[in-house]
């Protein structure tokens, strides 16, 4: 039986949801366990995401201490917070790197696909489901099995049909019928397994960087750049 062990990282949500997120997985065929994880609230947990990373790799006993390195980095690419995205993809590469071994993105999306997918096997009166997740200053993230995209909550307009609503804002949106799926957030052998199944090419090819929708805020000075140092 093939064992992987894999580090998992997450430091996607956003909003009032924002937290960080690291989690040593051991993978053992089809048999996903989490050894060890760690979860902090706040935007500053997702920017210090490697701290998070450091603590569960120590109590795992991964590391070049032990010699016992990851087989697999997994990392959640988005959607979600800016600097979340940012700092936990930046940890992601670093211990990929260190660890010499490969890095894999995953959408949320997609790590909750298949237990959204068992939910809509129960409920044949529904189209398909969405995960809605928080955007910046009343906005979201609508994500299906295809796509993502970033909607003003005033100016939503819902599609026809019959829903399965997911993720940490499911209730910003009103929809003309939809069930409210109990699934927030992806959990870290949901990751896992999404970032198998990229790695064995169950899912098409994902680059292991942040999946930005919205456009940077940050903008070009008005006066143009500084010259370039003499």
């Known amino acids: 039986m093939m064992v992987q062990r894999i580090l998992v990282l997450d430091g996607s949500p956003a909003g009032e949801s924002a937290c960080g997120m690291a989690a040593c997985v051991l993978a053992e065929g089809d048999k996903l366990s989490v050894l060890n994880a760690e979860m902090v609230a706040g935007k500053q947990a997702a920017e210090g995401i490697n701290l998070l990373t450091d603590t569960v790799l120590q109590k795992t006993g991964w590391g070049a201490e032990t010699g016992i390195q990851p087989d697999l980095v ?94 940490d804002a499911s209730e910003a949106l009103s929809f003309s019928h939809a069930i409210h799926s109990p699934l927030r957030t992806p959990t870290p052998e949901q990751i896992a397994d999404a970032a198998l199944k990229r790695q064995m090419g169950k899912l098409p090819p994902l680059d292991p960087v942040p999946l930005y929708v919205d456009p940077p805020e940050a903008k070009l000075p008005a006066d143009g750049l500084r010259a370039q140092p003499v």
């Open 74 to 167: 997994a990392v959640v690419v988005g959607p979600g917070s800016f600097t979340g995205l940012r700092a936990s993809c930046a940890v992601a590469a670093g211990f990929a790197l260190g660890a010499g071994c490969p890095l894999v993105g995953v959408t949320r999306a997609e790590a909750l696909a298949p237990a959204l997918d068992a939910e809509l096997q129960r409920h044949p009166e529904l189209n398909g489901w969405l995960v809605v997740t928080p955007a910046r200053r009343g906005r979201v993230f609508v994500e299906d099995a295809q796509h993502v995209r970033a909607v003003m909550i005033a100016h939503w307009q819902a599609p026809e049909g019959n829903w399965l609503v997911a993720g």
